[in-house]
């Protein structure tokens, strides 16, 4: 999927890695942190500015309010999303391009810095009109993913278009929201790499051939 149409869909500019020590950058990873740990109503401006050591003057002055910072937050996580799906190689087999989408996918979900999974179950959870917008955003890098394997004849054009999508929402979300019962129940860290290569396997294995022998 080229990095070109997601820009044009909605024109991302490349996300800002936690090395960007940018004043801007520092204040929304904070922010992304504190969201993720306490919910944005359990936030405040100032708690924000303290964690990435500036003033929250400078916060305003950047963001505005914190509806504001919670935008940029929400913008930076769906360009990590765009981004995942983005350049990947739809050359090869259904079994290595489907692999390749899943780890992009993974790395999001399963990296070592939990931030973004919790503030998606966090924000998603809520249901407020913040967590929709981005909702809808996932929905639409998703969509324009599979309309893009569709013209590499690389996925069914047969299939309901509206829930073959809400399908892999629910793969990639599923683990965000019942992580503790699974930990509970597996004895594993639901996010740990050899969890999530064994879970993203069997997922692309189901995908591909499904659960029926016929």
Same mark, same amino acid.
């Given at each position: 999927?080229?990095?070109?149409?997601?820009?044009?869909?909605?024109?991302?500019?490349?996300?800002?890695?936690?090395?960007?020590?940018?004043?801007?950058?520092?204040?929304?990873?904070?922010?992304?942190?504190?969201?993720?740990?306490?919910?944005?109503?359990?936030?405040?401006?100032?708690?924000?500015?303290?964690?990435?050591?500036?003033?929250?003057?400078? *916060?305003?002055?950047?963001?505005?309010?914190?509806?504001?910072?919670?935008?940029?937050?929400?913008?930076?996580?769906?360009?990590?999303?765009?981004?995942?799906?983005?350049?990947?190689?739809?050359?090869?087999?259904?079994?290595?391009?489907?692999?390749?989408?899943?780890?992009?996918?993974?790395?999001?979900?399963?990296?070592?810095?939990?931030?973004?999974?919790?503030?998606?179950?966090?924000?998603?959870?809520?249901?407020?009109?913040?967590?929709?917008?981005?909702?809808?955003?996932?929905?639409?890098?998703?969509?324009?993913?599979?309309?893009?394997?569709?013209?590499?004849?690389?996925?069914?054009?047969?299939?309901?278009?509206?829930?073959?999508?809400?399908?892999?929402?629910? *793969?990639?979300?599923?683990? *965000?929201?019942?992580?503790?019962?699974?930990?509970?129940?597996?004895?594993?860290?639901?996010?740990?790499?050899?969890?999530?290569?064994?879970?993203?396997?069997?997922? *692309?294995?189901?995908?591909?051939?499904?659960?029926?022998?016929?």
């Amino acid at each position: 999927m080229t990095t070109r149409l997601f820009r044009k869909l909605y024109g991302c500019a490349v996300p800002v890695q936690p090395d960007d020590l940018t004043a801007r950058a520092r204040i929304r990873e904070a922010a992304l942190a504190l969201f993720a740990r306490n919910g944005v109503a359990g936030t405040s401006m100032r708690s924000i500015a303290a964690r990435a050591g500036v003033s929250p003057s400078l *916060v305003v002055h950047h963001f505005g309010t914190k509806a504001g910072l919670r935008d940029a937050v929400d913008d930076a996580v769906r360009d990590g999303f765009a981004g995942a799906l983005a350049g990947i190689d739809l050359s090869g087999s259904v079994d290595e391009v489907s692999g390749r989408i899943n780890a992009g996918i993974a790395g999001i979900m399963g990296g070592d810095d939990p931030n973004v999974r919790e503030y998606l179950g966090r924000s998603l959870f809520e249901a407020d009109g913040a967590s929709h917008r981005l909702f809808d955003d996932l929905v639409e890098i998703i969509d324009a993913g599979f309309a893009e394997l569709e013209r590499a004849r690389l996925v069914r054009s047969d299939t309901d278009r509206t829930w073959r999508t809400y399908a892999v929402l629910f *793969v990639v979300l599923g683990p *965000v929201f019942l992580s503790r019962q699974i930990e509970t129940r597996l004895g594993v860290d639901a996010f740990a790499p050899d969890v999530v290569a064994a879970r993203s396997a069997c997922n *692309v294995d189901l995908m591909r051939r499904g659960f029926f022998t016929a």
